[in-house]
């Protein structure tokens, strides 16, 4: 059906942009530091020299780039030096994705991107292709994948999928209190510190005394904080409006479809059966108005991030459990039991904080004028600490583990015993005369995996949610014949 | 914490680490070395003072001490591991304990390795990886290491599930 072809042209074009956008910080400051002479010329010519050089790049990729389906296998043959097959069986297949960035709307394209166990996705990314051969690729992908293929098409026309969006006012509150704000932060930071070596001092000076008669030191370092913090959160806003634009979940039968995204549409295809975990986050913004987010760990490897899916950006605390009984029924168990962190933890929490405080204070008490102001870090941290300490908790139900632990963001996450990878406890000598230690599980999600900690849980907890994960094989029982044999090693 | 796996490495892997390390050591030493030789040479050069030098020296000396001669006997003391149908269960660290569970049917690949120092005393690290992550059982005698691989890779096979 898919014979061997190559992709509608415009993926050179879109190649050449995905270069663009992947360097695109270095490129800033390359532009930056190149554009400090009088030679503006110079910069323009190399800033269109180089573009030229991306396209011809993009052309000649997209010449090389060929892909075909046969046998249920989706056959790729790119590279421009060195020429690669990749062959993915459907079987293996996690997730495809169908995404429509700037390039390809303009040519009303979308892009399809295969994630696989083993194969790194970039490198299965059919960049521009008709929507109409997009769709008909992943059926005829995702076939394979269920042996009762024609009926599962039937039944799916039949049955209406369940659909939830997100809307105008949520998107809102999402942008507002998003938790890219840290992010944002450090990138117009850096910006602000750039911007020192366009304007000088004085004139900044002489623009702040205009605006306000009298002004000290202090005031005018507050005055940037100010504005660091004000156009930080204008990117944040805009860029999770950009991200989150027109929400869409469907719930299928055997899949969850998700739909975002302003300029760029991105298609997300999540089998259930492909969830590794679910995420509760409560962001140090939303918490307080009784918001939190839903993130999702499904096993895709070849992306070195690991890969978390946001499931949902916003929703009142009270519909969460409500809302993952009606998305995702699995995660949501009855819990049995629940441990807290014994009281006699409480100091190591602290002290934790002191630890991680203490660095900054110092520096910033040695360098910056008023520095001496910084010790009142201390008092958030101390809190910080001490909601850490209230918020960790363990807590089993049926078949489910679910760990609830704070840095910054209270994080929730749900994991179910047969998607456990490894559990890891931890003990340090101080920690061995408290009788605590750390606890984490592993899942996977991505190259590395993910990883769960709940800090200094008392040891002997510890060790049963341990004994209770091991005993995950109710079915054979009687096999102790085996085990004597091994054990013989 | 509580009852520990039950197999050790094999003894000699102590004195494996011991080379290791002393050969990582002799490295340090050989830049030490180098710097002293540069101020004694140039005595005027403002690079690094005597005192400086001193304090490195002796430091270098206790971690020597430390490393290669405390740390291998710790850690092997530390070190156990027990393998059966269902998981794999290792014990771990020299000052902080590490206990990690990894069920059999979660395992991707088993191998065993060997660098040069192993292999001179016939030892080999078992290396298993899960979708999420990777452990070593360090330095177990070149049999029981291949035999801890088979089995392993058998009981894998046995408990059938994918990702």
């Known amino acids: ?7 509608h042209p415009a ?9 663009i956008r992947a360097n695109f910080i270095t490129i800033i400051i390359l532009i930056f530091v190149g554009s400090g002479g009088s030679e503006a010329n110079f910069t323009l010519s190399w800033i269109i020299g180089t573009f030229l050089f991306l396209l011809i790049w993009g052309v000649i990729s997209w010449y090389r780039f060929e892909f075909s389906v046969e046998e249920g296998e989706l056959r790729i043959e790119r590279g421009v030096l060195v020429r690669k097959k990749i062959y993915l069986t459907s079987d293996r297949i996690q997730v495809i994705d169908i995404t429509a960035g700037v390039i390809q709307r303009l040519f009303g394209l979308v892009a399809v991107e295969v994630k696989t166990a083993g194969s790194s996705s970039k490198q299965a990314k059919i960049s521009a292709l008709t929507r109409e051969k997009a769709e008909k690729l992943k059926q005829l992908l995702r076939k394979e994948v269920n042996g009762a293929t024609k009926q599962g098409e039937q039944d799916e026309s039949v049955q209406q999928s369940r659909i939830y969006a997100l809307g105008t006012k949520d998107l809102l509150v999402a942008a507002s209190t998003s938790g890219r704000f840290g992010v944002a932060l450090s990138v117009v930071g850096v910006l602000f510190s750039q911007v020192e070596q366009l304007i000088s001092e004085e004139q900044m000076i002489r623009f702040a005394e205009a605006v306000m008669p009298r002004t000290t030191d202090a005031s005018i370092i507050a005055m940037w904080i100010v504005a660091i913090i004000v156009v930080s959160w204008i990117f944040s806003f805009v860029s999770t409006i950009v991200k989150y634009y027109d929400f869409v979940v469907e719930v299928r039968e055997d899949e969850l479809l998700i739909n ?18 679910v995420q509760i986050k409560e962001e140090l913004l939303r918490q307080p108005l009784g918001y939190a987010s839903l993130v999702i760990e499904s096993a895709g490897y070849g992306e070195s991030e690991g890969n978390s899916t946001t499931l949902f950006p916003l929703l009142r605390k009270q519909q969460i459990y409500r809302f993952i009984e009606e998305v995702i029924p699995d995660y949501n168990t009855q819990i049995t039991e629940n441990s807290k962190v014994p009281a006699i933890a409480l100091r190591r929490y602290l002290l934790r904080m002191v630890w991680v405080s203490l660095p900054v204070i110092l520096l910033v008490w040695g360098t910056v004028p008023y520095g001496v102001y910084s010790w009142f870090l201390l008092i958030p941290a101390l809190l910080l600490g001490y909601q850490q300490y209230k918020d960790a908790e363990i807590a089993r139900g049926e078949d489910t583990l679910k760990l609830s632990y704070r840095l910054l963001s209270k994080t929730t996450a749900i994991v179910k015993k047969y998607r456990m990878q490894a559990c890891q406890i931890q003990q340090n000598p101080f920690q061995k005369r408290l009788n605590v230690g750390h606890f984490s599980i592993h899942v996977a999600s991505g190259n590395q995996g993910r990883n769960f900690t709940v800090r200094d849980i008392e040891i002997d907890k510890a060790m049963d949610y341990r004994m209770w994960l091991s005993n995950g094989h109710p079915v054979d029982q009687g096999s102790s014949v085996d085990e004597n044999e091994v054990s013989s090693l | 914490m509580r009852t520990t796996p039950s197999n050790k490495l094999s003894k000699k892997a102590i004195r494996a680490w011991r080379v290791s390390m002393s050969i990582f050591i002799f490295i340090l030493v050989l830049a030490l070395f180098f710097l002293w030789g540069y101020s004694l040479m140039s005595p005027e050069s403002e690079f690094v003072s005597t005192w ?6 002796v430091f270098l000396v206790i971690i020597t001490g430390l490393i290669v001669f405390f740390v291998p006997e710790i850690r092997w003391r530390r070190w156990s591991y027990e393998v059966d149908k269902h998981e794999i269960d290792l014990q771990s660290g020299i000052f902080i304990v590490t206990r990690t569970l990894i069920p059999i049917k979660r395992v991707q690949h088993v191998d065993t390795r060997q660098g040069p120092i192993l292999r001179s005393y016939d030892l080999a690290d078992v290396t298993i990886s899960t979708a999420a992550t990777t452990h070593r059982i360090p330095a177990l005698g070149e049999e029981v290491a291949d035999q801890v691989r088979d089995q392993i890779s058998t009981f894998a096979r046995l408990a059938e599930e994918d990702v």
């Open chain 1, 260 to 277: 975002r995204g302003l300029f760029e549409r991105t298609q997300l295809t999540i089998p259930f059966n492909r969830i590794q975990a």
């Open chain 1, 11 to 19: 993926a050179a074009l879109a190649n050449a942009f995905d270069i």
């Open chain 1, 1 to 7: 059906m898919f014979e061997l072809q190559r992709q």
């Open chain 2, 52 to 57: 400086t030098l001193i304090a490195i020296s």
